[in-house]
């Protein structure tokens, strides 16, 4: 049994106000679009209560038939600011890593940049940090494609 500790920054800058792209993350109907399920795997389903002290669960089933699952509990909300919570990922019956993320927006006329940070501790192997920043970067890319839908 072993666990790896890591952090990771990523920064992106969309052409959106920072209205918009808060709703993307703050609306469940509009977060499922880029969030709910990588393209390729299945749904199982989404929740989003988006308060502070409300949670948020995704599932879905890779290509694999891997059922991955997403539970997270947020802390602090400042709308248009930034969303701090924490999260644990889940491979089929084992638990995979718990983070604590952090997401801030920071508007400079009609874009919007996007700063998360990540501190994770990776359990046992079954993820890595490595693939969690790939991941990030893929669901930054849907987030991306659907502020221009």
């Given at each position: ?34 969030f ?25 089933t ?20 930034r ?7 889940h491979a ?10 952090t997401?801030e ?8 940049t ?33 502020l221009t839908?």
């Open positions: 049994m072993s666990i790896k500790h890591a952090s990771f920054t990523i920064e992106r800058t969309y052409p959106a106000p920072v209205g918009k792209v808060w709703q993307a993350w703050a609306d469940q109907a509009s977060k499922a679009k880029w709910a399920a990588p393209d390729g795997w299945e749904s199982q389903g989404h929740t989003l209560d988006f308060r502070v002290g409300g949670t948020e669960h995704v599932a879905s890779d290509t694999n038939g891997t059922v991955h699952a997403y539970n997270a509990l947020y802390h602090d909300i400042r709308p248009n600011e969303i701090v919570s924490t999260y644990s990922m089929n019956d084992n638990k995979t890593s718990v983070s604590l993320a997401v927006f920071e508007e400079d006329g009609d874009q919007t996007l700063t998360i940070t990540e501190h994770g501790a990776f359990f046992d192997e079954l993820d890595r940090p490595e693939w969690r920043e790939e991941g990030t970067n893929g669901l930054l890319d849907a987030l991306g494609k659907s839908s």
